[in-house]
């Protein structure tokens, strides 16, 4: 819900929601993502954007800080990686990936994955 309602507030102006989903890595992967055609975040912010405390002012929107931290450690505790990718005034593109079969992969394990 939070990640939903950040692309949101990213278009005060209107854009675009896209949400994606697709299977990887033979099917062990399901992978959700949500692009919009916000404000884009910028380089500097986008390796703070998940730290507990962190809320970007820039939509004149102060939030509690917690959102994206809380989506980050939900996602990890099911084994799972988030990745943001911004370009300014482009918007944001935000992919969750999460095994499928549960005790597919710990929590904390590193996994690579290629796009397509």
């Known amino acids: 819900h939070n990640l939903l309602t950040n692309a949101g507030r990213a278009m005060p102006a209107g854009g675009t929601l896209t949400l994606r989903t ?3 890595r033979e099917d062990a992967w ?7 055609t916000g ?3 910028p380089q500097e912010m986008q390796e703070k954007i998940f730290r507990i405390g962190f809320s970007d002012w820039r939509n004149g ?3 509690s800080g917690l959102g994206l931290y809380v989506a ?3 996602v990890e505790n099911h084994g799972g990686r988030i990745e943001l990718t911004s ?3 482009q918007g944001t593109t935000i992919i969750i990936r999460l095994p499928i079969r549960p005790g ?3 929590p904390g394990t590193t996994q690579n994955f290629t796009g397509g």
């Open 30 to 36: 399901i992978a959700v993502e949500i692009e919009d």
């Open 87 to 89: 370009t300014v005034g």
């Open 39 to 41: 404000i884009g975040i």
């Open 61 to 63: 929107q102060k939030g």
């Open 104 to 106: 597919h992969v710990s």
């Open 72 to 74: 980050r450690r939900n």
């Open 22 to 24: 697709r299977r990887e």
